[in-house]
């Protein structure tokens, strides 16, 4: 369960959180969300898909872990096997909430909530949060700062997706993995750029994905495909 | 040289002719990378004055691939059209009328049909349990209020094969914008006074009141009930299906929801009654319910009391009792009669009935629009090049048409010969021998010892598969002889458990019918 609240230096004026990732701390996890702005870095390290949200239906682009639910292949005995983090990853156990501005017809203020619940959440372990006297610590700026990054980038995500769908630039893809070991994995219900269909486009449409800062984005995506092989040997490896 | 067929006018613009235009332009769209000359012109005439009447609000799921083809996206369809997902039919009442007396008509196939011998194992082993709810998992998701789909099931693909119910009214305006900012079909609003003949009897032109004469190679008649080119101007005869299919009437209402969370049934409820039946059709902002009866065999009056009392029956077990009194007392139904029957021919000389004009039943298995679908679709593929390949054309139309119209009448009627209800004579004297085909009569002999296949529906695109008829034979209690032996009886039983497994996963993994027709007012449903 979840247990959202609004992050205050009062009442969790003594609380840590634990930054060591192991799967203990909620890190098994097959896919992190990710963000157009976030591309070039993630592609450096993981294959950047597509997937339809559960709750809504709408694409997002997701940084591939593993091959099933549950799966982190970059998850080791010393901690997660990659120089970058997802920062979708990176900022539990913290989210960004609304919180509706003292002034009538303000707009809402955006704060920082803690999930209490979550298993980053310690008493005696890990980076303090506040101060002595109540102002906040360097990882706390750091959490604040990368939360403002992730909100930027989820909400400049759909006029993405948009581009992509207008020009018919996505497609479902399947994997199928033989591994060492003789077990075949299917990898459904991903998506990917129709690199066929991206070849094709004439110079307005380029054009136009170019200045809706598409482009760059989308080469980013072909290119972090290359790592699939990484994460099968990852996998391979494990076995 | 004879002459070419390059323009086709329809005239009626109520679903059928909306229907009939979006498919055959879809199909002859220009390319527009050639600018060759155009294809074909389509033109469609509609009097300004002729409202489209609102039966056919079931549809069979032929409807997806119709759409699809004709190039909306089946979110705005679904947001236009008030339109709701429908699994099927289920039938209350029709065995015998007792208070358990119910049974399913899917959409899904059996699983493993055709691949083991469902029914036999079936009867040896599960017969206390209904047919379709052994072999098939599309029941429980109806009985559960659940939808065919999830929110990221791409446009038009189904998790359970479905249709939808629609608002007939909704649908036709829908096409109409689509056909003609997206597919150029000309629209014209206006009285045809005059319909000109050529010297060979042909269809020369259409006189209009304000736009003059209006020139075709083919018309298509879409006019409905009046049927005003194949009926009145033609004079082609209505074959007359009464003896074998009583209904002869219809009483409609629309019905809203006791709730606005009200849950929205994802089937076709179809209530038989002493003298008829009554639909009852979930959209998303009410209920469509009608009672089609016998005129010969009950009165309007008494039709019209039967459906006040079922609309509060309904309305109360979801709301305040009272309160459904008071709105089914409130509700003033609306009556269609109708004459049950088919035309001699539909396409006569160059003119070709789609819709009503071509004929009518009572809807009970929806079957007004499948065969427009039908109908379009094979004159737009079988669109002929000039006149005089037309007459050729026409005779493989009519011969097919005709074979669709039997079967569907076939199948209807098997509704009611295998009903034990004794509460009235309707029902006894639908039993009478005389009032049903040969050929069904022959069928169901040759059904006591073998399941329906496709050695007894062999054309390739059958209006009712052989499936259909299982769901209704044997939800209607007819019972085969005893097979001999245990065939294979261990593959049936795998399909079941098939089958009950599936029904499990899908009910924890779809939302309700409402849930999704909710998120698809302000999400739409992705492409791919």
Known sequence: MTKLVLLNNVDHKALRV????????????????????????????????????????????????????????????????????????????????GQRSSEPGGAPKRVIHIDLDHPRVSSSDGERLFREFGGTTDYLDRMNMLLDQLDAGMSATPAFIEALLAHELLESFVLDVTLKDGSENRLAGFYTI????????????????HAQNCLEPLYMVIASMAHLRDLIDRRNRRR | ???????????????????????????????????????????????????????????????????????????????????????????????????????????????????????????????????????????????????????????????????????????GQFLQRHCTTRLGVRHIVDHVTTIESAADGDIAALLTAAHGRIEGDLYIDCTGIASLLLGAHYAIPLLPVREVLFNDAALAVQVPYAQPDA???????????????????????????????????????????????????????????????????????RKLSFQPGYRQRFWHRNCVAVGLSAGFVEPL???????????????????????????????????????????????????????????????????????????????LSLWRHHAPSRHDFHRIEEIFPAASYHFVLYGMGFRPEPQAGAHAAARAEGYFSEAAALGRSMLAGLPTNRALLEHLKTHRLQKI
């Not at chain 1, 066929?196 to 994905?209: K, M, P, Q, Y």
């Not at chain 2, 005239?11 to 235009?21: E, H, M, R």
């Not at chain 2, 009654?273 to 309007?300: K, P």
């Open chain 1, 18 to 97: 634990i930054t060591r990732r192991a799967a203990a701390y909620g890190d098994a996890l097959m896919a992190a969300p990710t963000f157009p702005a976030e591309f070039r870095t993630i592609q450096g390290c993981y294959p950047i898909v597509f997937q339809k949200r559960a709750d809504t239906g709408q694409f997002q682009p997701f940084a591939l872990l593993g091959f099933e639910e549950g799966e982190n292949l970059f998850l080791g005995k010393d901690g997660w096997e990659a120089h970058y983090i997802p920062m979708s990853v990176e900022r539990l156990p913290f989210f960004i909430g």
């Open chain 2, 263 to 333: 849950p929205i049934a994802s089937h076709t409820l179809s209530t038989a009654q002493s003298a008829g039946w009554i639909w009852d059709i979930g959209l998303q902002s009410r209920r469509g319910v009608g009672h089609v009866y016998s005129s010969a065999y009950t009165s309007d009056d008494a039709a019209a009391e039967a459906l006040r009392s079922y609309v509060a029956a309904s309305l109360a077990a979801t709301g305040a009792p009272a309160e459904g009194t008071r709105m089914a007392e409130a509700l003033t139904p």
């Open chain 2, 1 to 171: 040289m004879s002459k070419q067929v390059k323009r086709v006018v329809i005239v009626g613009g109520g679903s059928a002719g909306w229907l009939t235009a979006g498919l055959i332009a879809a199909d002859y769209r220009r390319d527009p990378a050639s600018d060759g000359g155009s294809a074909l012109e389509l033109t469609l005439v509609e009097s300004p004055a002729v409202g489209p009447i609102g039966v056919g609000e079931g549809t069979w799921p032929s409807m997806r691939d119709t759409l699809r083809r004709i190039g909306v996206s089946e979110t705005d369809f679904i947001r236009e059209c008030d339109a709701s997902f429908k699994q099927g039919s289920k039938f209350v009442g029709w065995v015998d009328g007792g208070a358990a007396d119910h049974y399913y008509h899917p959409f899904t196939l059996p699983q493993g049909y055709g691949e083991a011998d469902l029914v036999a194992q079936w009867q040896r082993a599960h017969a206390t349990m209904p047919y379709a709810e052994l072999v098939c998992y599309q029941p429980r998701l109806c009985e559960h209020g659940r939808a065919p789909k999830q929110v990221t099931t791409p446009e038009y693909a189904a998790v359970a094969n479905y249709a939808y119910h629609l608002d007939a009214v909704k649908i």
């Open chain 2, 365 to 443: 298995e929806a079957s007004a629009l499948a065969l427009v679908e039908f109908s379009a679709t094979m004159i737009s593929e079988q669109l002929p090049a000039t006149r005089e390949l037309m007459d050729l054309v026409a005779a493989r139309f009519n011969d097919a048409f005709r074979y669709r119209w039997e079967r569907t009448i076939d199948f209807l009627k098997l509704h009611y010969v295998l009903s034990q209800r004794s509460d009235s004579a309707y029902w006894s004297d639908h039993r009478a021998p005389a009032s049903q085909s040969a050929r069904l009569t022959a069928l």
């Open chain 1, 194 to 209: 129709n690199e066929e269909r991206l070849r094709a486009l004439d110079g307005t449409a380029i054009g136009a994905l």
